[in-house]
Protein backbone atom coordinates (compact mmCIF):
# COMPACT_ATOMS: atom_id res chain seq x y z
CA UNK A 1 0.00 0.00 0.00
CA UNK A 2 1.29 3.27 -0.72
CA UNK A 3 2.71 4.65 2.24
CA UNK A 4 1.94 8.64 2.09
CA UNK A 5 -1.33 7.82 0.86
CA UNK A 6 -1.93 6.25 3.76
CA UNK A 7 -0.39 8.84 5.94
CA UNK A 8 -2.62 11.37 4.83
CA UNK A 9 -5.96 9.44 4.97
CA UNK A 10 -4.64 8.35 8.63
CA UNK A 11 -4.24 11.92 10.14
CA UNK A 12 -7.35 13.40 7.65
CA UNK A 13 -9.43 10.57 9.46
CA UNK A 14 -7.73 11.39 13.06
CA UNK A 15 -8.90 15.13 12.10
CA UNK A 16 -12.34 13.66 11.65
CA UNK A 17 -12.88 11.97 14.45
CA UNK A 18 -11.81 14.32 16.81
CA UNK A 19 -13.73 17.15 15.31
CA UNK A 20 -17.00 14.57 15.92
CA UNK A 21 -15.96 13.72 19.50
CA UNK A 22 -15.59 17.23 20.85
CA UNK A 23 -18.57 18.57 19.16
CA UNK A 24 -20.75 15.92 20.33
CA UNK A 25 -19.46 16.32 23.90
CA UNK A 26 -20.33 20.11 22.99
CA UNK A 27 -23.84 19.46 22.05
CA UNK A 28 -24.49 16.68 25.02
CA UNK A 29 -23.12 19.84 27.23
CA UNK A 30 -25.49 22.11 26.21
CA UNK A 31 -28.81 19.29 27.06
CA UNK A 32 -29.44 19.09 23.37
CA UNK A 33 -30.43 15.79 21.42
CA UNK A 34 -27.66 14.80 19.01
CA UNK A 35 -29.76 12.18 17.10
CA UNK A 36 -32.52 14.33 16.24
CA UNK A 37 -30.78 16.43 13.16
CA UNK A 38 -29.49 14.75 9.62
CA UNK A 39 -26.89 16.78 10.21
CA UNK A 40 -25.54 15.23 13.62
CA UNK A 41 -26.71 11.27 12.66
CA UNK A 42 -24.07 11.61 9.71
CA UNK A 43 -21.60 13.09 11.29
CA UNK A 44 -21.63 10.95 14.36
CA UNK A 45 -21.74 8.30 12.16
CA UNK A 46 -18.49 9.43 9.91
CA UNK A 47 -16.83 10.01 13.48
CA UNK A 48 -17.47 6.35 14.39
CA UNK A 49 -16.29 4.78 10.40
CA UNK A 50 -12.98 7.34 10.59
CA UNK A 51 -12.14 5.72 14.34
CA UNK A 52 -12.50 2.09 12.56
CA UNK A 53 -10.80 3.13 9.72
CA UNK A 54 -7.70 4.47 12.10
CA UNK A 55 -7.58 1.28 13.70
CA UNK A 56 -7.21 -0.80 10.42
CA UNK A 57 -4.74 1.91 8.85
CA UNK A 58 -2.62 1.48 12.09
CA UNK A 59 -2.43 -2.18 11.51
CA UNK A 60 -1.25 -1.16 8.17
CA UNK A 61 1.20 0.89 9.15
CA UNK A 62 2.93 -1.94 11.05
CA UNK A 63 2.31 -4.41 8.77
CA UNK A 64 -0.20 -6.51 10.29
CA UNK A 65 -2.70 -5.84 7.42
CA UNK A 66 -2.34 -5.22 3.97
CA UNK A 67 -5.06 -3.22 3.05
CA UNK A 68 -8.91 -2.07 4.21
CA UNK A 69 -11.16 -5.14 4.05
CA UNK A 70 -13.76 -3.96 1.32
CA UNK A 71 -16.53 -3.48 3.73
CA UNK A 72 -14.64 -0.77 5.53
CA UNK A 73 -14.32 0.89 2.25
CA UNK A 74 -18.23 0.79 1.90
CA UNK A 75 -19.07 1.71 4.77
CA UNK A 76 -16.45 4.83 4.59
CA UNK A 77 -18.03 5.51 0.93
CA UNK A 78 -21.62 5.51 3.04
CA UNK A 79 -20.84 7.62 5.84
CA UNK A 80 -18.82 10.30 3.06
CA UNK A 81 -21.87 10.19 1.33
CA UNK A 82 -24.19 11.23 4.17
CA UNK A 83 -21.77 14.48 5.44
CA UNK A 84 -21.38 15.51 2.21
CA UNK A 85 -25.26 15.73 1.52
CA UNK A 86 -25.28 17.92 4.71
CA UNK A 87 -22.18 19.93 3.44
CA UNK A 88 -24.05 20.32 0.42
CA UNK A 89 -27.66 20.95 1.94
CA UNK A 90 -26.59 24.16 4.38
CA UNK A 91 -24.31 25.69 1.62
CA UNK A 92 -27.10 25.62 -1.14
CA UNK A 93 -30.27 25.83 0.94
CA UNK A 94 -29.82 26.51 4.55
CA UNK A 95 -27.74 28.83 4.68
CA UNK A 96 -30.65 31.14 2.43
CA UNK A 97 -33.24 29.97 5.01
CA UNK A 98 -31.12 31.54 7.25
CA UNK A 99 -30.74 35.02 5.32
CA UNK A 100 -34.87 34.09 4.98
CA UNK A 101 -35.51 33.97 8.50
CA UNK A 102 -33.23 37.08 9.53
CA UNK A 103 -30.23 35.72 10.05
CA UNK A 104 -26.44 36.15 8.59
CA UNK A 105 -25.63 33.25 6.30
CA UNK A 106 -22.87 32.48 7.73
CA UNK A 107 -24.46 31.58 11.37
CA UNK A 108 -24.42 28.12 9.96
CA UNK A 109 -20.74 27.63 10.10
CA UNK A 110 -20.41 28.95 13.74
CA UNK A 111 -19.18 27.19 16.60
CA UNK A 112 -19.32 23.70 16.58
CA UNK A 113 -21.62 23.87 13.06
CA UNK A 114 -17.66 25.19 11.61
CA UNK A 115 -17.08 21.35 11.78
CA UNK A 116 -20.48 19.67 11.32
CA UNK A 117 -21.51 22.08 8.20
CA UNK A 118 -17.83 22.32 6.79
CA UNK A 119 -14.98 20.83 8.36
CA UNK A 120 -15.64 17.29 8.71
CA UNK A 121 -17.84 16.55 5.46
CA UNK A 122 -14.75 18.20 4.11
CA UNK A 123 -12.01 16.37 5.73
CA UNK A 124 -14.09 12.83 4.85
CA UNK A 125 -14.67 13.97 1.28
CA UNK A 126 -10.71 14.69 0.71
CA UNK A 127 -9.65 11.36 2.84
CA UNK A 128 -12.39 9.34 0.69
CA UNK A 129 -11.54 10.63 -3.22
CA UNK A 130 -7.97 11.22 -3.04
CA UNK A 131 -6.32 9.09 -0.24
CA UNK A 132 -8.64 5.73 0.23
CA UNK A 133 -8.05 2.59 -2.35
CA UNK A 134 -12.04 1.24 -2.57
CA UNK A 135 -10.43 -2.39 -3.20
CA UNK A 136 -12.66 -2.62 -6.17
CA UNK A 137 -16.18 -1.74 -4.56
CA UNK A 138 -18.73 -2.50 -7.68
CA UNK A 139 -20.92 0.11 -8.52
CA UNK A 140 -23.81 -1.31 -7.66
CA UNK A 141 -22.67 -0.85 -3.97
CA UNK A 142 -23.84 2.65 -4.23
CA UNK A 143 -27.09 1.63 -3.92
CA UNK A 144 -26.25 1.59 -0.23
CA UNK A 145 -25.74 5.08 0.08
CA UNK A 146 -29.75 5.61 0.04
CA UNK A 147 -30.15 3.31 3.19
CA UNK A 148 -29.60 6.47 5.86
CA UNK A 149 -31.49 8.91 3.61
CA UNK A 150 -34.55 6.98 3.08
CA UNK A 151 -34.46 5.97 6.72
CA UNK A 152 -34.67 9.80 8.18
CA UNK A 153 -36.98 10.47 5.24
CA UNK A 154 -39.26 8.19 7.00
CA UNK A 155 -38.79 9.14 10.62
CA UNK A 156 -39.07 13.22 9.30
CA UNK A 157 -42.28 12.20 7.64
CA UNK A 158 -43.60 10.23 10.40
CA UNK A 159 -42.62 13.08 13.10
CA UNK A 160 -43.96 15.99 11.01
CA UNK A 161 -47.28 14.41 10.19
CA UNK A 162 -48.23 13.26 13.60
CA UNK A 163 -47.69 16.98 15.01
CA UNK A 164 -50.08 18.58 12.85
CA UNK A 165 -52.37 21.07 13.24
CA UNK A 166 -56.11 21.10 13.97
CA UNK A 167 -56.76 22.33 10.76
CA UNK A 168 -54.17 19.75 9.48
CA UNK A 169 -51.05 22.47 9.05
CA UNK A 170 -47.42 21.37 9.95
CA UNK A 171 -46.22 22.90 12.48
CA UNK A 172 -42.85 24.85 11.78
CA UNK A 173 -41.03 23.45 14.97
CA UNK A 174 -41.42 20.15 13.60
CA UNK A 175 -40.75 20.59 10.29
CA UNK A 176 -36.95 21.39 11.29
CA UNK A 177 -35.34 21.39 7.90
CA UNK A 178 -37.98 23.92 6.20
CA UNK A 179 -38.75 20.98 3.49
CA UNK A 180 -42.54 21.52 3.82
CA UNK A 181 -44.36 25.27 2.11
CA UNK A 182 -47.57 25.08 1.23
CA UNK A 183 -49.37 22.13 0.86
CA UNK A 184 -48.28 19.43 2.84
CA UNK A 185 -48.30 16.69 -0.44
CA UNK A 186 -45.15 18.66 -1.53
CA UNK A 187 -42.87 16.67 1.10
CA UNK A 188 -43.34 14.13 -1.05
CA UNK A 189 -41.35 15.92 -3.94
CA UNK A 190 -38.91 17.34 -1.78
CA UNK A 191 -38.35 13.47 -0.69
CA UNK A 192 -37.79 12.32 -4.10
CA UNK A 193 -35.02 15.62 -4.36
CA UNK A 194 -33.17 14.10 -1.44
CA UNK A 195 -33.18 10.44 -2.90
CA UNK A 196 -32.24 11.33 -5.65
CA UNK A 197 -29.53 13.86 -4.58
CA UNK A 198 -28.16 12.01 -2.40
CA UNK A 199 -27.92 8.89 -5.29
CA UNK A 200 -26.00 11.29 -7.68
CA UNK A 201 -23.42 12.47 -4.74
CA UNK A 202 -22.71 8.83 -3.41
CA UNK A 203 -22.83 8.01 -7.15
CA UNK A 204 -20.03 10.34 -7.76
CA UNK A 205 -17.69 10.14 -4.58
CA UNK A 206 -17.54 6.51 -5.90
CA UNK A 207 -16.38 7.65 -9.11
CA UNK A 208 -14.12 10.30 -7.96
CA UNK A 209 -12.50 7.65 -5.68
CA UNK A 210 -12.10 4.91 -8.34
CA UNK A 211 -10.46 7.59 -11.09
CA UNK A 212 -8.43 9.34 -8.14
CA UNK A 213 -7.46 7.17 -5.37
CA UNK A 214 -7.16 4.30 -7.59
CA UNK A 215 -4.83 5.95 -9.38
CA UNK A 216 -1.19 4.48 -8.86
CA UNK A 217 -2.42 2.67 -5.86
CA UNK A 218 -0.38 -0.28 -5.01
CA UNK A 219 -2.31 -3.04 -3.20
Given at each position: MNKKKLIFSLLLNIFTFLSVLICMIFILKNGKNPLRMFTNQTNLIAGIVSLIIIVFEILILFKKLDKLPKIINIIKMISTTGV?????????????????????????FKGANLFFHFLTPLSAIISFIFFESNSGIKKRYTFLNLLHMISYTIFYAINVFSHLTADGKVQRKYDWYYFINGENWTFIIVGIIMILATYLIGFLLWLLNKKIANKNYID
Open positions: TLTLLVVVFYLGFVAIHEGYSYFIL
